[in-house]
């Protein structure tokens, strides 16, 4: 080509932008179904519903360990030891800081419910160990106290609560 | 590839690579300054939807290993779990399955272009027969991809494809223990397959390079069939074939298209939607249709070992094509007899593959026979007789005088006719062996059908009613969940409604922390309660004939439309044979058979039942089952409306799937449009 007009220029030129934007969103909308594949399927979602658990066997100082979502969590009847010692904690130390009485539900002071995953790389910390009454991770030495809260060792945050509530005294209903 | 690369990169960082790495200079070479014949036609395209085609497959079948599971007693519901449950996990099971066919499509017209155009002759002989290589490496990866869902097909596929080799002397016994990993097909069969089948892609892929690499040193070949001498006779691959091929693989993806989102299940086998039973072959074996010629020259010898040579020598002889057709002149243009027997060679092959879907009987096993030799005559008769016989026409001096002298679309349209027959061989494929007295079940009018087609809610929800009121007395849904009343594109039940449904039952549960079992009310993720507890409880109450699963039961039954009714029901997107045929079945009862017809004791007359003695008895009648929405109480009414509310449990997703489907056409029919008038304006500047 040797003479072309503006006009003819900038036709053609609007003809190349579009086909190539129409390829870019045909590439970008292929991709969602690639990626949206990976996400937990019907089956999962549908196995994740809530559960009900019956807390009446667990004798005071026991704990249990249940499973939902795939994730382990504790259902510990805590000592008045325990309660005491996560009670009178001076929140402000915590290097999470959160009060005791936010992590268990009104009236249910000693029920401690909480997800057995270390806050630091998903280890699964022992119940009943380490200095303070509450979890010791194996992993990489981090401890929680009865309330679960960290307060030793790498682990940022504290134990995390699960949703759950309770549908009568000795049942709960996690999820 | 093509020779040490002009190209300089200006970026300094590109420069500090290409200095160590020159892969730069490599895809430009090859895929940008790589300079290719002017004068090539569409048919040169395939190259490039093949590659494509590979791509999706890979990709595809990537993903869908992660979702399934090859263990014999899994792999079956596994496949269904991707298509029920995965986000898009219908979409992509269709798109790998129908890619499969897509990829054959495309391959077989690359080769025929190759046949007809004479591509395979001298430099690009080595070109050919890694072509061939690849062909030979597709078959076994898409029939070791056939045998994964664990259907009916797929076992029986696999055992008699794998018995094949036991026809070999001595030795073929052994082999065949070797391949199964056992004394029949089963579980070890199975994961090696799989293994395989994930494999061999990649194997494909190291091949295309070197297919392609070897392309590059001959050169294209093109119509003509003259090489390139100067610089007119050639373009620059980007952006002249590239542009041509983006619009031609644009086409192709519309077809593609058609086929996942419209008619899925037409190139399949409805038995492949019956999980795999060892102890009963389904009446009528076929292959996929992409085997069929094969199967055809195979079942024509009646002696296992030469059949099995015959087969396996109909793919090889393709690998000494060069050497078997000597003639100077390249391109069929000009050879005006090989012209006329190439096309006869197609409807050979056309042939073929017809009566491989056919009954090995009668007359079809005589026409077999005779396009065996047909088959065979035109590799090692015709061809090397051509070669010293014919008399060609005088080629072109140049490509460039080629294009000058225009308007040669007759063989261009000849071939698409080609196309639309492999199209119909597809159709062939689900050809089933049919009672002939047993007549056609009529076509009833399906507020699903059609590209707009939607489930009838009111419609489902009845359905559901009668199957609940009397066919769950005997049969199982084992792939339905409660959850699924409540999915968008179902009956519309609410949760609650769906929730209410499924605690009206009782599930067996545990153990609990002191080892019971226990029973607790259902939950909206449990599965539709099965009759009976294991499938010899539900054969012993039912006089010897266990009742089958009905979750896939509309697409796990079909009837042949004969030709040519098939083609058209590609166009028309006739996919309702299952409902079709469980109403018919459900309202075919007659409490006497005609004059002259016997049913043996324990079974009962049904007008459309193949061989009409059917173990279920007439399981509606009028009255049984009252509807809130005031719907008629009738037979009629009662196998309608249990038809559609199992066409749902077959295909969940048929609503969503028409849905993206117009959404995916008419995105691709603009990027066609788009790519067509880019295509002209590049493309303006070379003429």
Known sequence: MTTASSAGHSRRDFLFVATGAAAAVGAAATVWPLVSQMNPDATTIAAGAPIEVDISPIAEGQDIKVFWRGKPIYIMNRTKKQIEEAQKVNVSDLRDPQPDSARVKEGHDNWLVVIGICTHLGCIPIAHEGNYDGFFCPCHGSQYDSSGRIRQGPAPLNLPIPPYAFVSDTKIKIG | ?687
């Open chain 2, 1 to 687: 590839m093509s020779g040490p690369s002009d190209f300089q990169p200006q970026n300094s960082v590109l420069k500090w690579i290409e200095r160590r790495l020159p892969i730069f200079g490599l895809v430009h070479s090859s895929f940008v300054a790589y300079p290719t014949p002017r004068n090539l036609n569409y048919w040169w395209t395939f190259g490039g939807i093949l590659s494509f085609m590979l791509a999706i497959q890979i990709v595809t079948g990537v993903i869908l290993a992660m979702h399934y599971t090859p263990e014999a007693t899994m792999a079956f519901n596994s496949v269904e779990g991707i298509v029920r449950d995965v986000n898009y996990g219908w979409l992509l099971r269709y798109l790998h399955s129908n890619g499969a066919s897509m990829f054959f499509i495309a391959v077989y017209i690359h080769m025929f272009r190759g046949l007809y155009y004479g591509s395979y002759k001298e430099p690009r002989e080595i070109l050919w027969i890694l072509g061939v290589i690849i062909y030979l490496l597709m078959m076994a990866t898409g029939f070791m991809g056939y045998v994964l869902p664990w259907g009916q097909m797929s076992f029986w596929g696999a055992t008699v494809i794998t018995n094949l080799f036991s026809a070999i002397p001595y030795v073929g016994e052994s082999i065949v223990t070797l391949l199964w990993g056992g004394y029949s097909v089963g579980n070890p069969t199975l994961n090696r397959f799989f293994s395989l089948h994930y494999l061999l892609p990649f194997v494909i892929a190291g091949v295309v390079v070197l297919h392609v690499w070897a392309l590059h040193v001959a050169g294209q070949n093109n119509p003509a069939g003259v090489e390139p001498k100067t610089e007119k006779d050639t373009v620059r691959f980007t952006p002249y074939a590239t542009i041509k091929d983006a619009f031609g693989l644009s086409c192709f993806m519309l077809f593609y298209a058609w086929f996942v989102f419209y008619i899925p299940n037409y190139l399949g086998d409805p038995d492949n939607y019956v999980v795999a039973n060892p102890g009963v072959t389904p009446a009528h074996i076929v292959p996929e249709w992409y085997y069929l010629p094969f199967y055809a020259i195979l079942r024509s010898i009646p002696n296992k070992l030469f059949g099995v040579v015959a087969m396996f020598g109909a793919i090889l002889v393709l690998a000494f094509l060069p050497w078997l057709d000597s003639a100077k002149t390249r391109s069929s243009r000009y050879r005006p007899l090989a012209k006329q027997f190439f096309w006869i060679f197609v409807v050979v092959c056309l042939g073929l593959g017809y009566l491989g879907a056919q009954p090995p009987e009668g007359i079809y096993v005589i026409a077999g026979r005779i396009l065996t030799v047909c088959y065979f005559a035109y590799f090692l008769i015709v061809l090397p007789l051509l070669s010293r016989i014919e008399r060609p026409r005088t080629v072109p001096n140049s490509i460039a005088d080629d294009v000058l002298a225009k308007g040669r679309y007759v063989a261009s349209i000849a071939v698409a006719a080609a196309v639309a027959g492999l199209l119909m061989l597809g159709g062939g494929s689900q050809a089933q062996a049919q009672e002939h007295d047993t007549p056609n079940p009529p076509s009833l009018t399906w507020s699903f059908a059609g590209p707009f087609g939607k489930f009838d809610e009111a419609q489902l929800q009845r359905g559901y009613k009668v199957y609940k009121e009397v066919c769950s007395a005997c049969h199982s849904m084992n792939l339905l969940h409660y959850r699924n009343l409540a999915d968008p594109g179902g009956p519309g039940f609410s949760i609650a409604q769906a929730t209410a449904l499924a605690s009206e039952i009782k599930v067996q549960d545990g153990p609990n922390d002191a080892g019971d079992m226990f029973e607790r009310p259902g939950r909206i993720a449990d599965k539709f309660p099965a009759p009976f507890p294991n499938e010899n409880a539900a054969r012993a109450a039912n006089g010897g004939a266990a009742p089958p699963d009905l979750s896939l039961m509309a697409k796990a039954r079909g009837y042949e439309r004969g030709f040519p009714q098939f083609i058209f029901d590609a166009f028309a997107q006739f996919q309702e044979k299952g409902p079709n045929y469980i109403h018919a079945i459900l309202t075919g009862f007659e409490d006497k058979p005609p004059a002259g017809v016997t049913i043996p004791d324990g079974s009962y007359y049904n007008k459309y039942f193949p061989g009409h003695a059917i173990k279920m008895p007439k399981p509606l009648s009028d009255g049984q089952v009252t509807f809130d929405d005031g719907s008629p109480a009738t037979v009629d009414q009662y196998a309608t409306d249990v038809s559609a509310f199992l066409m749902w449990a077959a295909e969940p997703k048929l609503e969503e799937r028409k849905r993206i489907g117009l959404q995916v056409m008419i995105f691709l029919i603009i990027f066609a449009g788009l790519l067509y008038f880019t295509k002209k304006k590049v493309w303006a500047n070379a003429h």
